[in-house]
């Protein structure tokens, strides 16, 4: 750099006193930055599965409403939502105080009943034995007989009556009938519980299904389908379509709906990231066509805007363009219904190619 007009400028500004400490980095100049390359597809059309996509729910596949089985005050709830319950395991309990009596009650009648036929075998036994002998008559020994054979007929029907009231006395403790979660609670501490009032809600975790309902307008379509398809969570932010273990449709349709309810039971191990009232995509596949897709990540979207980054004619820069997307197809991409031409090729990380500088670069 001998030579150069702001070099001479600046040594006669030192040897008259002038610093150039700050000065001197003025003339380092930063090496030109490499330009941003980022890959693109074109945005030709390919064969992909064609079907129909609705929404689906997730449910358990064992959910019960647990409900009281004996009348009276819930003395304890001693579960919330959300807690882990094994089977056996005692949710709430009712006030037991009635029951208790009729269970005493049933005791002393058993007890009664007891003493009544100790005494009429007593009485049967010494009048056969006087029988015998002609002290008494036959009559005599008939009716000493059907005081016995009543005398057992009341033990029987008190130790029935004691067990019904100890059946009634375990009814006032709400037993989990499998190990479950508590989905949601319906009464408190205080309440009246009565038999067929539900207490709680509890569901086993595993297994779940997807539960979809198909308008009856397309029933014939999705029977027909070569491949039904639910879309859960890959655990690692991302989504994936799986095929369910089991299906199962209800034979009629529902009247006011007008739709039918499929039920796909999921495999467990695909429903780590699932909960129960989960919204989910199930889809109907059944043949091929030729349809626009590109990547999922290519899309960038923005409020009520989706759009891609398109290469443009010289190949020097990117444009965004608007599209209208239609269904995903999975790995295959998501369809574009509208907004690319055939010719297009399409930035596959819209993020990089908005960068000033972003040129394209074809995948290898």
């Known amino acids: 750099m001998k030579g150069h007009p702001l070099l001479t400028r600046l040594s006669a500004l030192a040897g008259h006193g002038w610093r150039l400490l700050f000065i001197v980095p003025l003339l380092v100049q930063a090496a030109p930055a490499a330009p941003v390359e980022v890959p693109v597809v074109p945005a030709a059309p390919q064969a992909v599965a064609l079907g129909f996509e609705f929404d689906g729910v997730v449910e358990p596949v064992q959910q019960s409403s647990v409900a009281a089985q004996a009348t009276g005050r819930i003395a304890q709830l001693l579960v919330k939502a959300g807690d882990a319950v094994r089977a056996g395991q005692v949710l709430a309990t009712i006030d037991d105080r009635e029951t208790m009596a009729g269970l005493q009650r049933s005791q002393a009648q058993v007890a009664q009943a007891d003493a009544e036929l100790r005494n009429a075998q007593a009485q049967y036994q010494r009048t056969r034995e006087l029988q015998a002998r002609g002290f008494v008559s036959a009559a005599a020994l008939d009716t000493a007989e059907s005081v016995f054979k009543a005398a057992q007929a009341g033990r029987e029907q008190a130790t029935a009556g004691q067990r019904q009231s100890a059946l009634t006395q375990g009814f006032t403790r709400v037993i989990a009938p499998y190990d479950g979660r508590v989905l949601e609670t319906l009464a408190q501490t205080g309440d009246l519980a009565v038999p067929g009032k539900p207490i709680l809600t509890l569901y086993a975790p595993s297994p779940l299904r997807a539960v979809v309902h198909v308008p009856a307008s397309r029933a014939g379509a999705a029977r027909e389908a070569a491949q039904i398809e639910v879309q859960i969570p890959d655990g690692r932010g991302g989504t994936q379509w799986t095929r369910p273990a089991a299906l199962a449709l209800l034979p009629a349709a529902d009247p ?109």
């Open 256 to 364: 006011v709906s007008q739709t039918i309810e499929w039920r796909l039971d999921l495999a467990p191990a695909t429903t780590a990231g699932l909960s129960p009232g989960q919204q989910v995509h199930v889809r109907f596949s059944g043949g091929q066509a030729r349809r626009v897709v590109v990547p999922a990540g290519a899309l960038l979207k923005r409020g009520e805007l989706t759009a891609v980054y398109v290469a443009s004619a010289d190949g020097s820069a990117f444009v965004l363009k608007a599209v209208r997307t239609g269904a995903d197809h999975g790995a295959a991409g998501t369809e574009i219904l509208a907004g690319l031409a055939a010719s297009d090729r399409v930035a596959i990380d819209p993020v990089r190619a908005g960068l000033a500088g972003a040129r394209p670069a074809l995948l290898p």
